[in-house]
């Protein structure tokens, strides 16, 4: 069945929505502070969806005036929540707009106004700012400090994120909450510190929130990343009903230290639980097709392929390249080509094991025209694919094809190595050509 749906014509994937998701409730450990960084009673949502963010806050920012002409004062949260919605947006200059009217309110130091601002200017790139008014704040609560060390994290400083973490321990006197923890232990993953994640896991245990699921999840992906996964399955395994994410976590963890066969035993315990389609959406696809290429499971790729498609899962481009890498090494051909074709972007390695993958199998007409596909599509040639398009002419005997390409690699001669010079002589040779491959031979 399995293989049959994997094979066959490729239908036309329908495109599933993106709900924001919404955490469950929060342990009790984390309502003793306030909830994830930025919550608001206020949001813009009242404004019809079909409207770009970016209108809905000029109008909004409309409205303020009015209110000034009015000389009604905006509160901390309308403010915040504009502020919020421009850091969504990545629109500084509107931001800048909204921090005006709050410090003409005098609201610009009030927590909740005052940590949005660092929210939007570390989203719009301005980290210098954002730490400035960090810095500024008379009082800093846990909010505070977890999105000072979230716009570091993200900004690609982990480091600094995790001295910023130490400090908030050691010198702010205030204790994490369940995103601070979440936050510091991807900031460990990246920077393969296990000694803090270590140090950081121990606090979870002692404030009660190893139970939280992304604390789980953030969990298994550092101890997998320092290359403890034995660890990691440990935290895995004393859930008794592991979320999606966490599976996935668990198998990308197997997948990168090479422990591809204990990644695909987690995969048949998911499927065993059976999953809703819209548990089926949040599923690391491309993680799972993954396992399943580093073990060459062929079966199994195609069980996950099936999936797909029952559950109409819109893959994204690494899901499908993995895909059909699987299918091409397991000499899948038409199904590679199927899959290959939903790419709208391919990069070039992908486009070199297919053209080979259709060469090994003798199916060089194929290859020959995949290489042409590459040309029409304007993809960037390199040595190893015009080595691998002359290979298929030899397979077919096409020698006009092949001094077609000649022609091009005289003009491109960056592309003319020894690997290239080799297969065009070889080409030669096997058409009877043999005055033209001792020139080569010797010209090179």
Request: glycine share 6%; hydrophobic share 40%; with cysteine.
């Given at each position: ?22 955490p469950g409730r929060l342990p009790a450990c984390i309502r003793r502070s306030q909830d994830r960084p930025h919550n608001r009673r206020r949001t813009l949502h009242s404004a019809p969806a079909e409207w ?13 005036d009015l209110m000034e002409t009015q000389s009604i004062s905006p509160d901390p949260e309308l403010l915040a929540a504009l502020l919020k919605s421009c850091a969504d947006a990545g629109t500084l200059r ?69 001295d910023l973490y130490r400090s908030m321990i050691m010198d702010g006197g205030v204790r994490p909450n369940v995103f601070t923890f979440t936050i510091a232990l991807n900031c460990c993953a990246s920077v ?253």
């Amino acid at each position: 069945m399995a293989a049959v749906i994997a094979s066959a014509p490729p239908q036309p994937l329908p495109k599933i929505p993106h709900p924001v998701p919404i955490p469950g409730r929060l342990p009790a450990c984390i309502r003793r502070s306030q909830d994830r960084p930025h919550n608001r009673r206020r949001t813009l949502h009242s404004a019809p969806a079909e409207w770009p963010l970016d209108q809905r806050i000029r109008e909004s920012l409309a409205i303020l005036d009015l209110m000034e002409t009015q000389s009604i004062s905006p509160d901390p949260e309308l403010l915040a929540a504009l502020l919020k919605s421009c850091a969504d947006a990545g629109t500084l200059r509107l931001g800048r707009v909204v921090h005006d009217k709050a410090t003409q309110a005098g609201l610009q130091s009030h927590p909740l106004v005052a940590n949005t601002l660092v929210l939007l200017y570390g989203r719009c790139g301005q980290l210098g700012l954002a730490r400035r008014l960090f810095d500024e704040m008379t009082a800093r609560n846990v909010v505070s400090w977890t999105t000072i060390i979230s716009v570091y994290h993200h900004a690609g400083f982990p480091h600094d994120a995790l001295d910023l973490y130490r400090s908030m321990i050691m010198d702010g006197g205030v204790r994490p909450n369940v995103f601070t923890f979440t936050i510091a232990l991807n900031c460990c993953a990246s920077v393969e510190d296990l000694d803090l994640g270590v140090r950081i896991h121990e606090d979870i245990v002692k404030d009660g929130c190893d139970g939280d699921e992304f604390i789980i999840v953030a969990l298994i992906d550092m101890y997998a990343k320092c290359g403890r996964v034995s660890d990691a399955r440990e935290v895995f395994d004393r859930v008794t009903n592991p979320s999606v994410e966490a599976c996935t976590a668990m198998i990308e963890g197997y997948n990168g230290n090479g422990e591809a066969k204990k990644a695909m035993d987690v995969m048949r315990r998911m499927f065993r639980t059976g999953l809703s389609s819209e548990a089926a959406s949040k599923l690391g696809f491309a993680s799972m097709i993954r396992s399943c290429a580093m073990e060459l499971a062929l079966r199994q790729g195609q069980e996950i392929h099936a999936r797909i498609i029952k559950f109409g899962h819109q893959p994204g481009s690494k899901a499908l390249s993995t895909l059909a890498d699987l299918y091409e090494s397991s000499d899948r051909m038409i199904a590679a080509k199927h899959v290959f074709d939903y790419l709208v972007v391919k990069d070039l390695d992908l486009w070199a094991r297919m053209v080979s993958g259709f060469a090994r199998n003798e199916q060089y007409v194929d290859a020959l025209k995949l290489y042409i596909e590459m040309v029409a599509q304007d993809a960037r040639l390199n040595p190893q694919i015009m080595s691998l398009a002359i290979k298929a002419c030899i397979g077919m005997s096409g020698l006009e094809e092949g001094k077609q390409m000649h022609g091009i690699l005289i003009k491109v001669s960056h592309l003319l190595d020894e690997s290239v010079i080799s297969s065009l002589t070889e080409l030669y040779r096997s058409c009877g050509e043999y005055e033209t491959a001792q020139k080569l031979l010797k010209n090179n």
